[in-house]
């Protein structure tokens, strides 16, 4: 069965400063794993995606993410936090019987501050 | 080319009143998957249909919630005699194919509360 465990409801970073969100798995098959966002009161927009290819992923407004089999790991990482980035964060696993039968995290609340 | 579209973004119902969702997928989308999210929680996969077939939903509870998309027009979520636990956001997502090459688009949500 796949599951997705997020550590840390909430993280706080002050602007310019890393954002690291940890995200770890738990797959019977090779996984596809997802970062998503959710600004208030809209649905989720797709970060990036990994798909078996690449294992250091890029995704849009400076987000990437690096799968780490060993360690079971799918950590979102940006160099440089802006204000804009507050919102939630979701990682999710592609679910048995389907590609997008997702299975979320609890989600990260990043909180930005000047 | 329009995004995901649900209405209502807002529902309020009485306990023991029926609730519908719509959801109209990107176009060209053939799949379309409902998702709950309850308070301070994640996204739970409720049902996952295409063209006038339910093709996974196992995630759905086992009474009083329905899903249906169509030939013609939107996808619907019904949930009968709602009840106060049912207060949610409820997300559709469209997508061409089930594939990891087409990911989930998603829609702004229904936001249900139930009084």
């Known amino acids: 069965a796949q599951s997705v465990t997020q550590l840390g409801s909430h993280v706080s970073v002050s602007e310019g400063a890393l954002v690291l969100l940890r995200c770890n798995y738990s797959?019977?098959?090779?996984?596809?794993l997802f970062w998503y966002v959710q600004y208030p009161n809209q649905g989720l927009q797709l970060l990036l995606k990994y798909t078996s290819a690449a294992t250091l992923v890029k995704g849009i407004n400076g987000f990437e993410a690096e799968f780490k089999k060993s360690e079971t790991s799918f950590h979102l990482t940006k160099p440089s936090a802006h204000m804009s980035d507050a919102a939630e964060y979701f990682c999710?696993?592609?679910?048995?019987?389907?590609?997008?039968?997702?299975?979320f995290g609890a989600g990260t609340r990043l909180a930005v501050h000047p | 080319n329009a995004g995901v579209m649900q209405n209502p973004r807002h529902l309020v119902r009485r306990r023991g009143q029926e609730a519908r969702l719509r959801c109209s997928p990107m176009k060209g989308h053939s799949h379309v998957y409902w998702y709950r999210q309850l308070p301070e929680e994640g996204l739970k996969f409720m049902v996952y249909?295409?063209?006038?077939?339910?093709?996974?939903e196992s995630g759905m509870p086992k009474e009083r919630f329905s899903a249906e998309f169509p030939k013609e027009g939107p996808s619907i979520l019904r949930i009968q005699q709602v009840v106060r636990g049912d207060s949610a956001a409820y997300f559709c997502a469209s997508s061409p194919e089930d594939s990891y090459n087409s990911p989930l688009h998603f829609g702004n949500g229904t936001r249900l509360t139930v009084t």
């Open positions: 249909l295409q063209k006038e077939n339910i093709i996974d």
């Open positions: 797959s019977s098959v090779p996984p596809y």
């Open positions: 999710a696993v592609s679910g048995a019987g389907g590609y997008n039968k997702l299975i």
